[in-house]
């Protein structure tokens, strides 16, 4: 167990990186109302659907994916509050998730081209939500299998 987590510094830390999703929220907001000219109020379904798997599949790679473990594995182990509070937050999937659907929702709202990223990462994060699920149930037969030949 890492005792930084019990420190005032890992404390002020985590305040800190609270504030500033916050205050990134709050810029997000105004500078879509400035571009859109007012707030948003709807989103289509078929974009909503979209956006949550693009949002389920950048989650997936930072917190989960070997691809990025070598970037997760910069911040574990690491000495001080801020390291310490870095590497929780790279593994902690609602953590990601929240800030990865700001990113998601902004990039939306702002840039023409984000649609073509968003749909690209919808359909990975939907081919990989399949994959868990199969994953799943592959998991779930082999134990029932096991179970089936001690009896």
Request: with cysteine; proline share 1%.
């Amino acid at each position: 167990m890492n005792s930084t987590r019990h420190t005032t510094g890992y404390k002020v830390w985590n305040f800190l990186f609270s504030v500033l999703f916050l205050a990134v929220l709050a810029a997000a907001i105004i500078e879509m109302k400035e571009i859109r000219g007012g707030f948003l109020v709807s989103v289509s379904p078929f974009d909503a659907i979209m956006m949550t798997f693009a949002t389920f599949r950048i989650t997936r790679l930072v917190v989960y994916d070997r691809i990025t473990l070598w970037f997760r594995e910069l911040f574990i182990d690491s000495k001080g509050a801020f390291m310490t509070v870095v590497a929780d937050l790279l593994q902690c999937p609602w953590c990601i998730g929240v800030w990865s659907a700001l990113a998601v929702v902004y990039s939306y709202f702002i840039f023409d081209w984000a649609w073509s990223v968003i749909f690209f990462l919808a359909l990975a994060g939907a081919g990989s939500l399949l994959q868990v699920i199969a994953n799943g149930i592959g998991w779930r037969a082999e134990q029932l299998k096991k179970t089936t030949e001690l009896l």
